[in-house]
């Protein structure tokens, strides 16, 4: 259903063993900030002097590896979207994304589960320098598209996006807190979910 949203960026192939390999680190559950780059290139297989080669500092390994988490996250959303049958389902597989994420303990998800390394290592970098900007673009199309087809079939008003998008990132990320920080274990995920989605549907009307 969903077309076009996203364009994969290409990593040099040393870049792609570094990403990997603070995923792999991170994914055991190291803090962020106790990561080194020697450990970081012994883990990708290379040396720590060609680490240099490509960043300037520690700081920027780790915020290449979350933007190249999400690149292929945002491609792997792409890939379900393309499935959903309408904007119900469309909303439903956003949440259903979210939730994988954060079953597979993506890097990804790593910001809202302990943000603060990842804000202490956004000091060091430019301000558009951050991972998060990199999918900007093509989760905006993604939701131009999903509120679009939802007027079209009826189910949502038709209204400036700006407030179609508020209504679904509001609930995406509350979502995403009861995945990090379960208060009831008497709610299952798909409850969760289910009540996001209804809700922005709401939100919508």
Not at 54 to 82: N, V
Not at 129 to 157: D, Q, S
Request: net charge negative; with cysteine; glycine share 6%.
């Amino acid at each position: 259903m969903a077309t076009g949203f996203f364009e994969k960026k290409e990593y040099p192939p040393k870049v792609i063993a570094m990403n990997e390999a603070v995923i792999s680190l991170l994914a055991e559950g190291r803090e962020i900030t106790s990561l080194r780059v020697s450990e970081i290139t012994e883990r990708a297989g290379i040396g720590k002097g060609t680490a240099y080669e490509y960043f300037a500092s520690k700081a920027e390994i780790i915020m290449s590896a979350m933007e190249y988490d999400l690149d292929k996250q945002i491609a792997r959303l792409a890939e379900m979207e393309e499935k959903a049958t309408g904007f119900r389902d469309m909303l439903e597989t956003l949440m259903a994304w979210v939730a994988e994420n954060f079953r597979n303990h993506s890097v990804f998800t790593y910001a809202f589960r302990r943000d603060a390394g990842v804000r202490e290592m956004s000091k060091d970098l430019e301000p558009d320098a951050c991972p998060f900007e990199a999918g900007r673009e093509g989760i905006r199309r993604m939701t131009e598209e999903v509120l679009e087809i939802g007027e079209r079939e009826g189910i949502i008003k038709k209204m400036n996006h700006y407030f179609g998008t508020v209504a679904i990132f509001s609930q995406l990320m509350l979502f995403s807190f009861y995945l990090g920080n379960p208060q009831d274990e008497k709610v299952t995920v798909e409850e969760a979910k289910e009540f996001a989605v209804n809700s922005i549907i709401k939100m919508l009307n």
